[in-house]
């Protein structure tokens, strides 16, 4: 069934879309979102665990009423807050750039 098809061969020379280089330029912003974004979640994880845990460890209210599943979402809600913020200034960081840049462009 394939074999009576006929092929149909598309030309290596196809013009290429002016919407392609902001996908390039939307999928690298995202990238470096993403890399900015885990580096200040590890950051914030890390300082908020020392004082959540030593906290946990010697103040007694703490100690009596925040078990280890209260502990650990202490903890990754400040890495999850730290990312989401981080990632959403680097995205608009960038988008505001490429407009600026098309806005000079044009002017």
């Not at 069934?1 to 902001?22: C, F, G, K, T, W």
């Not at 580096?39 to 300082?47: D, E, F, L, R, T």
């Amino acid at each position: 069934m394939r074999n009576s098809l006929p092929s149909i061969q598309v030309s290596s020379l196809i013009a290429a879309s002016p919407d392609e280089q902001r996908g390039v330029d939307s999928k690298s912003s995202i990238r470096e979102a993403v890399q900015e974004g885990f580096k200040n979640a590890s950051i914030a994880a890390a300082v908020t665990a020392v004082p959540t845990l030593v906290g946990c460890r010697v103040i007694p209210w703490a100690k009596a009423n925040l078990n280890h599943t209260a502990q650990a979402l202490i903890i990754s809600a400040a890495g999850i807050a730290a990312f989401f913020v981080t990632a959403d200034k680097t995205i608009l960081g960038r988008a505001r750039e490429n407009s600026m840049g098309k806005y000079d462009k044009t002017g």
